[in-house]
């Protein structure tokens, strides 16, 4: 059972930026896509962003592409979103997700989730 906890949420003015990392308890944490997805107050949970296994691919969702970018460091166990260009409609909860999967990474994610962190952009 991989255990993910999401950290860097914060409350940014618009046009700001923030990094979110997510640390994983899976010594094999390589074995797994990492991603990141979003809930905002009264909307569906949505894809953010996902990482292959080793960082080679990468997909993001159209709303944050060219703002946002997914990363992940497997010495560290540990996978990040450095969110640049915030707007407010970028308020919302978002949550890390692990998907135990060498090939090409889901957009759907995997089974494991983190509590998720809640990122705030005023305007």
């Known amino acids: 059972q991989v255990q993910l906890v999401e950290s860097g949420g914060g409350l940014v003015p618009a046009g700001g930026s923030l990094r979110l990392s997510c640390a994983a308890s899976?010594?094999?944490?390589?074995?797994?896509?990492m991603g990141w997805f979003r809930q905002a107050p009264g909307k569906e949970r949505e894809f953010v962003a996902v990482i292959s296994w080793s960082g080679g691919t990468t997909y993001y969702a159209d709303s944050v592409k060219g703002r946002f970018t997914i990363s992940r460091d497997n010495g560290r166990n540990t996978a990040y979103l450095q969110m640049n260009s915030l707007k407010p409609e970028d308020t919302a909860v978002y949550y890390c997700n692990a998907n135990r999967d060498r090939g090409r990474p889901s957009i759907r994610g995997g089974p494991y989730w983190g509590q998720g962190t809640q990122v705030t952009v005023s305007s």
């Open positions: 899976e010594r094999t944490f390589s074995n797994y896509a």
